[in-house]
């Protein structure tokens, strides 16, 4: 395997001698290959006449913005999402050149003016902006290619469909913009089957006729993220938006059975320390935890501080030598600590696993999800923001 490393944050180096020493013991792997495999799997669930618009927005969910938008544009996919304009720039200055759509459209003159440049597709929610917009790209004698977001029932950005065809009249007077398509986002297409969520399909099929009939072409209608991708044949339309399923997460577990997923992500650190403690010894803060007689702890080298989850205190798990050990005791900053009993000799330096594989078992993100009480999304972005990164 090829092996390149980047810093989600500034690393500190000192040098000794010829030898630079990166202070933290702790890494985050992304497997490209992994990406790769799932989105051929997006690719199978919507066939070859569905186009792909990757979401690589929170720098690719802490996964690294531009090394996935390189993989994501060179295996095909028609466009790229992300939240705001500066994220787009930063992967036009790493030579992305695929169609980028700026999720939260434009909110300033400095970004109308840097989306026109670079040929970004901002999402429009509201009259004023796409009137500065127009203008904008009529001053610099452009087309700037457009979405319109609908309030399908999500109850954020948007216009409701209420409201579509006097906005549609009106963008059809100012010529410094194109409609590519309709845009809108499900609330809950990951629970259970659900009135609601068809009920939002069918608001945006009325919507496309709408816009239709008034002779818009609407070419790129999209509405699935990774859950109706998966579970909604009828939302796919022109376009689908995969997230979280780039990564490996599921939008809800009940989903494993319909699609096969590898972790992308792999969060890796070392044992500091192992202690033999006496029976009915504290450990960590607050004395959450008490030995059950004589253990062997071993103290490992992340915390919250890097991005593990505190509530994981006394519920997650970590590998060591392939094994599932218990976390026990509260999580401090740097630093959490694993019953290993069970394991012969274990020493420090030895790797430790939080996320990923290590032999034949593996941690997924949901898993820590679930201990942790949160989701997959929130997990990746913490971890992969606060650490260094290796590209497989």
């Not at 579509?164 to 309709?182: D, I, N, P, V």
């Not at 070419?219 to 938006?241: C, E, F, G, T, W």
């Not at 935890?289 to 006394?314: C, E, F, H, M, W």
Request: some cysteine.
């Amino acid at each position: 395997m090829i092996y390149c490393t980047i810093s989600a944050s500034l690393i500190y180096l000192k040098e000794f001698g010829n030898v630079a020493m990166n202070y933290s013991p702790n890494t985050v792997q992304v497997d490209l290959s992994a990406l790769v495999h799932n989105l051929n799997q997006v690719k199978r669930l919507v066939g070859s006449m569905t186009k792909i618009m990757g979401i690589v927005k929170s720098d690719a969910y802490g996964h690294g913005a531009l090394h996935v938008s390189e993989v994501l544009e060179k295996k095909g996919v028609h466009s790229l999402g992300v939240a705001h304009v500066h994220e787009a720039l930063n992967l036009r200055k790493g030579g992305i050149r695929a169609p980028i759509v700026v999720l939260c459209g434009t909110t300033t003159g400095d970004e109308t003016r840097a989306a026109v440049e670079n040929g970004l597709m901002p999402v429009l929610f509201d009259r004023q902006q796409a009137e500065i917009l127009n203008a904008e790209a009529l001053r610099a004698n452009r087309i700037a290619r457009v979405f319109l977001k609908l309030d399908t029932g999500m109850g954020r950005l948007g216009i409701f469909i209420a409201e579509l065809q006097g906005f549609l009249e009106k963008l059809r007077a100012l010529r410094g913009l194109l409609l590519e398509g309709l845009f809108s986002h499900l609330s809950s297409a990951d629970e259970p089957e659900n009135d609601f969520t068809s009920s939002q399909i069918e608001n945006f099929d009325r919507a496309i006729e709408i816009g239709r009939a008034m002779e818009f072409s609407l070419p790129l209608n999209n509405l699935a993220n990774s859950a109706a991708l998966i579970k909604y044949r009828q939302s796919h339309y022109d376009m689908v938006r995969p997230g979280i399923m780039l990564y490996g997460g599921l939008p809800s577990p009940e989903l494993s059975a319909s699609v096969s997923l590898r972790p992308v992500m792999h969060f890796k650190g070392k044992v500091i320390q192992v202690r033999d403690l006496p029976g009915s010894s504290p450990v960590s803060y607050g004395r959450t935890y008490y030995t059950k007689g004589r253990q062997r702890i071993a103290v490992v080298s992340a915390g919250y501080g890097d991005g593990l989850p505190r509530s994981l205190s006394n519920t997650g798990k970590v590998l060591i030598r392939g094994k599932r050990v218990p976390i026990v005791g509260t999580v401090c900053m740097n630093m959490v600590m694993a019953d290993v009993s069970e394991l012969e000799d274990v020493g420090p330096g030895e790797e430790v696993v939080f996320l990923g594989t290590q032999g034949r078992e593996v941690i997924t993100g949901d898993e820590v999800a679930a201990w942790s009480g949160t989701i997959s999304y929130e997990i990746f972005c913490s971890l992969g923001q606060r650490n260094t990164r290796e590209y497989l």
